[in-house]
């Protein structure tokens, strides 16, 4: 009795390691399934200069976008109801912009069409729609990231098939001013894509099936030149199966705060891992009523509330949000705050 009590106390004290060594850390609910207005799809967290967060799905309509914060409601319907958004970008009014008094500008990486839809919601709320980045090459695309300095759009892209062939996915380089495609890179499924707050990295992920089971998951890493907006240098930042071990669980939308930190969402673990610059693990952000989180971003006054979006799970046909207070604001909204109407 003696010893075996002795061995549940050595068990005890090694599983507190082990779970002090993966800092876990606990997000706590914002939007429910008996107050959401978003549908299941929810998707695309993205914020803008005021700290405002946003998501699609608003409505439950895949061509909708919707305000998280101050208050749910509409921002944009698509005057396409063949759109379905699945990523989010707000970018930086140019000075003759805030001139004009435009609201906002955001990016949308749009499934069905194929495309790019760029938003400009004027001064009156008209919102003027165009489709950039088309090309014989992009199929699927699935989220987006943004230089804020050189007006760059880099872009994941998945088609989900049983067994992942190389060009199910890729990485879509488009310039943001003539809005071209300047490069594609074929991969596996990619999903998750972020740029480093100095933006001279780029993560992108890659997610292979075998046999329809979900069999690999990594983050490549690779230089952008800031001249052309090419990505080089190839180097696997991160491969969940030699990291966790949780290589079968999806990677899905990935956001940097302002000290290159990376925030992984992690699709059907009901969690989000933070890993430093070096790719290790800083902590766990475990979540309480979603088991399948899409993606996030940093909002609120100071950048610093992370929002995570996710079909609930004690109502399937909903969206939820969960927020966690983190000491080290996002790295999109303290770009758009220095950025806003500084180009011409
Ligand atoms: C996705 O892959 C399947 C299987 O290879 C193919 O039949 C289908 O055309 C692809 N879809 C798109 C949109 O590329
Ligand atoms: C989920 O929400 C829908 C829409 O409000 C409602 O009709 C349905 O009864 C809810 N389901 C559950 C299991 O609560």
């Not at 693990?281 to 995570?308: A, C, E, R, V, Y």
């Amino acid at each position: 009795m003696k010893l075996l009590n002795l061995n549940s106390l050595i068990l005890a004290i090694s599983f507190l390691t082990v779970s002090s060594a993966q800092n876990n850390l606990y997000a706590t609910p914002f939007i429910t399934s008996s107050t959401s207005k978003f549908g299941r799809r929810i998707e695309g967290t993205a914020v803008n200069v005021n700290g405002d967060i946003f998501a699609t799905n608003f409505d439950a309509n895949l061509f909708e976008i919707g305000s998280i914060t101050p208050s749910q409601s509409v921002y944009h319907t698509s005057s396409s109801q063949k759109s379905f958004y699945n990523g989010i970008r707000f970018i930086p009014l140019t000075k003759t912009q805030v001139n004009q008094g435009i609201k906002g500008v955001a990016l949308l990486t749009n499934v069905n069409e194929d495309q790019i839809t760029k938003i400009v919601v004027q001064k009156d709320g008209y919102v003027k729609q165009s489709a950039i980045c088309k090309d014989k090459t992009l199929s699927l695309p699935n989220d987006l990231a943004y230089t804020y300095k050189t007006n760059r759009i880099y872009i994941s892209g998945q088609n989900i098939t049983a067994n992942t062939v190389k060009g199910d996915g890729g990485l879509w380089v488009c310039d943001g001013k003539s809005g071209q495609l300047i490069e594609h890179l074929p991969f596996g499924r990619t999903n998750g894509i972020e740029v480093s707050p100095d933006e001279s990295n780029l993560y992108i992920s890659e997610t292979l099936n075998k046999d329809s089971k979900v069999v690999s998951n990594k983050i490549w890493k690779f230089d952008i030149d800031k001249r052309t907006g090419k990505v080089s240098n190839q180097v696997l930042f991160v491969d969940f199966e030699k990291l966790d071990g949780t290589q079968a669980i999806d990677i899905d939308g990935m956001r940097t705060d302002i000290d290159g930190n990376l925030y992984v969402t992690r699709h059907d673990g009901s969690h989000v891992t933070v890993l430093c610059p070096l790719g290790k693990i800083l902590s766990k952000i475990n979540l309480n009523s979603i088991q399948k989180p899409t993606n996030l971003d940093f909002g609120g006054k100071d950048g610093k509330t992370l929002f995570i979006v996710g079909a609930c799970k004690d109502n399937g046909t909903k969206g939820c949000v969960e927020t966690i207070q983190n000491d080290i604001p996002g790295r999109a909204f303290t770009a758009l705050k220095s950025l806003n109407g500084k180009f011409n």
